[in-house]
C-alpha cells in the first residue's frame, strides 16, 4: 500500500501542482490520521488567538482545509466564516462539517477576487509553511480586509526564518498597526519525536 502524506512530504512541495496532488491523497485521513494522531493544535492557537485579538466576523480562513480552524472558531460565536484553499478534496471535508459560508478553490498567491470581501478578519493555520505559502501573499489578504480587520496568521518558524516574511512586514509599515508576535507550538506531546517541538509565529496584526 502507498504510504500516505506526512508532515515532511508536505514540507517538501515545490509546486501548486504538487500541492493540491498530496492534499487529494491527504483530505481523507487528515483530520484523524494526521491533526489527532499528532496532537496538531495550532488551530486552536490560531483561532484563539483571533477571538483574543478582539477579531469578529464575517473572518476568511486562508487555507482552510478540512475546517480545522472553523471548527474551533464556530464554537467561539466567530461567524460568518469563509475557506479558500487550492485543494477542492479538502475543502470538500470542510463542507461536510457545516461550518462554512462559502468555500472557494483559489491559489491565495495570485491576487484574490472573492464576492464577500471584504472581512472583518483573517485567520490561517499551516499555510504559511515550508513547501507552501510565501510572504507575497499578504498583500493578496490585505487586499481583501476591511480596514480596521484583526489578522491572524501563523508563519512556521524555519519558513519565517528563511522565507522573507521580516522584510515584507517591515515594507506594509502604515498599511497595518498593532503588530505582535506570539511563539507557539503546533503540536502537543503525541506528535512524533521529530516534530514534536515545532514552533510557529503567529503573527497578529490590524489592517490600518
Ligand atoms: C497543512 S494544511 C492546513 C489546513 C488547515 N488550515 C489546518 O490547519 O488544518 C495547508 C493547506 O494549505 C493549502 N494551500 C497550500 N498552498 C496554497 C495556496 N497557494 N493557496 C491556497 N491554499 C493553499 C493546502 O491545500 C492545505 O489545505
Known amino acids: ?39 496538531y493544535q495550532l488551530p486552536r492557537e490560531v483561532a484563539a488567538a483571533f477571538v483574543g485579538a478582539g477579531g469578529e466576523g464575517p473572518v476568511l480562513d486562508v487555507g482552510a482545509g478540512t475546517g480545522l480552524v472553523g471548527e474551533v472558531l464556530r464554537v467561539m460565536n466567530t461567524e460568518p466564516i469563509d475557506g479558500i484553499d487550492l ?83 517591515e515594507d506594509l509599515g502604515a498599511q497595518i498597526s498593532a503588530l505582535q508576535f506570539r511563539d507557539v507550538r503546533i503540536y502537543d506531546d503525541r506528535a512524533d519525536e521529530v516534530h514534536r517541538n515545532d514552533i510557529a509565529r503567529l503573527v497578529i496584526f490590524t489592517k490600518s
Open 1 to 39: 500500500m502507498a504510504k500516505l502524506p506526512d508532515v515532511d512530504s508536505a514540507y517538501a512541495l515545490t509546486s501548486p501542482d504538487e500541492i493540491k496532488d498530496l492534499y487529494r491523497q491527504w483530505s481523507h485521513s487528515y483530520d484523524v490520521g494526521f491533526g489527532e494522531s499528532q496532537g
Open 87 to 169: 485543494s477542492q478534496e479538502m475543502l470538500d471535508m470542510a463542507a461536510m462539517k457545516g461550518i462554512y459560508r462559502h468555500l472557494v478553490v483559489c491559489d491565495v498567491t495570485e491576487p484574490l477576487d472573492l464576492r464577500d470581501a471584504p472581512y472583518n478578519g483573517v485567520v490561517s493555520a499551516g499555510t504559511f509553511t515550508l513547501g507552501h505559502v510565501g510572504p507575497s501573499a499578504i498583500h493578496n489578504l490585505i487586499d481583501v480586509a476591511a480596514t480596521g480587520a484583526v489578522f491572524v496568521l501563523s508563519v512556521n518558524q524555519a519558513h519565517y526564518a528563511t522565507g522573507g516574511f521580516e522584510a515584507v512586514f
